[in-house]
């Protein structure tokens, strides 16, 4: 059984960092790409970052472009997610998801795996 676990989240200031991390464990792990979604309360689950297995690929929506970096330890089976620059708006519950075609997607639809968030709330 495949399981996802978050850690990471928490509150911060404007301008201030956190550090997310994710552990993939269970089942047959192996060409697994992995990606951070976030979900605010009213709105949609929404794709933040994703990388695959051998971190070939890394992809970043448009708002967090420069801001945040995505990355996986050696063992590939844990993701990080480094937030700087934070603001207001990135507060939202942050999602770990895993699918088991080694490639980056968007939609939540195309993921296998879910973790059971982390909230990450900016004040300012």
């Known amino acids: 059984q495949v399981q996802l676990r978050e850690s990471g989240g928490g509150s911060v200031q404007a301008g201030g960092s956190l550090r997310l991390s994710c552990v993939l464990s269970?089942?047959?792990?192996?060409?697994?790409?992995m990606a951070w979604f976030r979900q605010a309360p009213g709105k949609e689950r929404e794709f933040v970052s994703g990388?695959?297995?051998?971190?070939?690929?890394?992809e970043y929506a448009d708002s967090v472009e420069g801001r945040f970096v995505i990355s996986r330890d050696s063992a590939r089976t844990t993701v990080f997610l480094q937030m700087n620059s934070l603001q207001p708006e990135d507060t939202a519950v942050y999602y770990c998801?895993?699918?088991?075609?080694?490639?980056?997607?968007?939609?939540?639809?195309?993921?296998?795996?879910w973790g059971q968030g982390t909230q990450v709330t900016v004040s300012l």
């Open positions: 998801a895993a699918r088991r075609i080694n490639g980056v997607e968007r939609s939540p639809k195309r993921y296998d795996y």
């Open positions: 269970g089942g047959m792990i192996s060409e697994v790409a």
């Open positions: 990388i695959t297995w051998y971190s070939t690929m890394i």
